[in-house]
């Protein structure tokens, strides 16, 4: 199976876009619900997109509004994505301030703070975070926690500031590492990429550049967990072992057989796996994007496993879904513990988030009988055509009715 491009990286290098004007190209962007929902609100700022295949094509030659309406910031925070690159290059921007999540408080503090250190004035007027600079200027940031989004803004906007910045505490995740290659395309400064010390040389342009985006690691692991889980084998094809390296640890020592080639993970189970603690970390650790998955994995593993969340606090809307399926699990404060058994019965569940709905699919794949998830469109926002890569790799799956969001 081919893993698609990395959703949260094209989040990333699609607004950095607006760093430049004229055309660009991003090779391997998948088609996913959250890049039309990027691309809408790039065209409602003039930008021209066209996404045929895999490679989007944004050309930002007409840029006319630097604002980020409530309408799509509400379905995908992600869009907060476009207030560094508008404050760098225009001096100004209007963006909705993001609501709450499915998963808890998700606050953008960090964000704004950032541009602040960066001399923007920021105010918050209707909902909307106003920001507002002459031209920025470079700063040393100190991030309090490591946070992808934070950082990705503070690099789009400090690529075009007057003069040096430091990012410490910086994000070291693939997808932010990808950013910055991105960013010097197009003729950014950058040094100490992959490390959490970015320094930022500010220039005065940046030109369009074209990039080829890497294999979406959190799809590859999902995939895997699907795998073991019911006892398959898989060969992911497309896709970076390297950025995979705790999951990968966690998968052998449950008892499946993973093989790595460059761009390929095989992985053989017997379905007899054992129960293995997880907890989730900033990059390299395990994501928390794979703790639902993992856990629908525990289901019906052997023994007991504790899952600690210490990314997101609150993120186990999935617990209560499987429950219905059969799992026995506790949850106290950010920790589940998993107490194995020996199937899950079909059941109609509700999926809550995207990484909740994979973790449903894949607890559904194990159960015996059928089992029926509901709100699928949350499963459309991170994952390309799932029912037909699960189906093309064995399992009983199909789309019975598309809901809208
Ligand atoms: C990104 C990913 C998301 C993933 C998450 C953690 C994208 C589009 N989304 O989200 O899939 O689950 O990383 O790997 O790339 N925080 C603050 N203040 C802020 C920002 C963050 O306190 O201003 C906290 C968060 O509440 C969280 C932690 O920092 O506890 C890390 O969050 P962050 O890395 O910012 O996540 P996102 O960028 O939103």
Not at 140 to 159: C, D, K, R
Not at 280 to 296: E, L, N, R, S
Request: include cysteine; hydrophobic fraction near 40%.
């Amino acid at each position: 199976m081919t893993v698609s491009g990395a959703k949260n990286a094209s989040l990333a290098l699609m607004p950095a876009t607006l760093l430049a004007a004229g055309p660009c190209r991003l090779a391997n962007t998948p088609r996913l619900r959250d890049i039309s929902t990027m691309s809408t609100l790039l065209e409602t700022m003039g930008v021209d997109i066209r996404h045929p295949g895999t490679t989007i094509e944004l050309d930002t030659a007409h840029v006319h509004s630097q604002e980020a309406p409530y309408e799509m910031v509400k379905k995908m925070r992600a869009s907060f994505y476009v207030l560094g690159p508008l404050l760098g290059r225009y001096g100004h921007a209007r963006v909705s301030y993001p609501g709450g999540c499915a998963w808890g408080p998700r606050p953008v503090d960090l964000h704004l703070r950032a541009m602040e250190a960066l001399g923007a004035e920021i105010t918050i007027e209707g909902g909307y975070v106003i920001a507002r600079a002459d031209r920025l200027r470079g700063a040393e940031i100190q991030f309090e926690i490591s946070s992808v989004g934070a950082t990705g803004n503070a690099l789009m906007a400090a690529v075009l500031a007057q003069g040096s910045t430091v990012l410490r505490n910086a994000a070291v995740e693939p997808e932010i590492t990808q950013l910055a290659h991105f960013l010097r395309r197009m003729g950014a400064h950058i040094d100490g990429i992959g490390t959490n010390c970015l320094t930022i040389e500010g220039v005065d342009d940046l030109h369009p550049a074209d990039d080829s985006n890497i294999p979406d690691r959190i799809e590859a692991g999902t995939f895997l967990a699907a795998a073991a889980a019911t006892g398959g084998n898989i060969t992911l094809e497309n896709v970076s072992h390297e950025h995979l390296t705790a999951v990968l640890e966690l998968f052998r020592r449950a008892g499946c057989d993973i093989s790595v080639t460059e761009n390929t993970i095989t992985l053989q189970s017997d379905g007899a796996l054992t129960a293995i603690d997880a907890t989730t970390a900033i990059y390299p650790g395990f994501p928390t994007d794979m703790q639902a998955q993992w856990m629908a994995m525990m289901a019906t593993a052997n023994g007991s496993s504790v899952i600690t969340d210490t990314v997101y606090f609150d993120r186990f809307n999935h617990v209560p879904e499987l429950q219905r399926l059969g799992a026995r699990i506790d949850v106290t404060k950010n920790t589940a513990t998993v107490h194995g058994v020996e199937t899950l019965t079909g059941a109609t569940v509700m999926s809550t988030d995207l990484r909740a709905s994979a973790s449903l699919i894949i607890a559904g794949l194990i159960a015996r009988g059928s089992s029926e998830v509901l709100r699928v469109y949350h499963i459309d926002r991170g994952y390309e055509a799932i029912e037909l890569k699960l189906r093309n790799l064995g399992a009983d799956i199909q789309r019975v009715d598309s809901e809208d969001y």
